[in-house]
């Protein structure tokens, strides 16, 4: 599946994305310089091992006021895709580890733009801890391995089972958002109902399947 023909808005993720790794740089700046933690740990601790923070822009469709002031150009970026339910930065850091696990919603599907990755460990690489095997930082969802690249956005279905790693010499960031999936109009639907009713019945008067 091409992903910029199924989901135009990766472009413009992509495009955009120095000014939002602009923005998140200045918020780690002015959490250090103000002695200030803007990251919260994610709250289902049972599922990752290590340190696993959040900064929201969007939590279910709510816009968290006080964050989006602080990052005007991702919110008016984040805000530009259709659907989108759920939208903010995700720290991953060195030597954490999200267990297998499964989404919340099978009405989304989740992005993730890269921002801050680490460097290559070789050390690492093909480490392996229980089903994990991998090389320093990713996500496996199902059967596929993705490794964030700054710059670069990718679309997955997060009821899928999936993990993810840092085993690198930094934190990991990335933007993270949730949007709707697309849902045919009510006449393809009916039109897609008639044609399997109209195969259905071909099958019963000895006709081929496709």
């Known amino acids: 599946m091409d992903q910029y023909a199924e989901f135009p808005f990766l472009k413009s993720l992509e495009d ?14 002015n959490e250090s310089e103000n002695n200030k933690s803007y990251f919260q740990a994610w709250h289902e601790v049972e599922i990752y091992e290590g340190r696993w923070d959040v900064y929201g ?5 709510e816009k968290l006021e006080n964050n989006c002031k602080r990052c005007p150009k991702t919110t008016s970026l984040v805000e530009s895709i259709p659907g989108m339910v759920t ?7 060195p030597e954490t580890h999200i267990r297998p696990h499964v989404g919340y919603s099978d009405s989304v599907l989740r992005c993730h733009l890269g921002l801050i990755t680490p460097k290559p460990c070789p ?5 392996a801890t229980g089903t994990l095997t991998s090389d320093t930082c990713g996500i496996r969802v199902g059967d596929e391995f993705h490794h964030w690249v700054p710059g670069k956005a990718f679309v997955f279905d997060d009821t899928l089972e999936h993990e993810a790693w840092n085993w690198g010499d930094r934190t990991r ?15 393809a639907r009916v039109m897609d109902s008639k044609s399997m009713l109209a195969n259905l019945l071909s099958r019963g008067k000895g006709g081929a399947a496709p």
Request: aromatic share 18%; proline share 4%; glycine share 4%.
């Open 173 to 187: 960031f990335i933007l993270l958002i949730d949007f709707k999936k697309k849902i045919a109009p009510p006449t």
């Open 123 to 127: 050390e690492y690489d093909r480490r």
């Open 16 to 29: 955009s994305w120095e000014d939002v790794l602009e923005e998140l740089n200045n918020l780690l700046y």
């Open 57 to 61: 822009l969007y939590a279910f469709g």
């Open 87 to 93: 939208a903010g930065f995700s720290a991953l850091a």
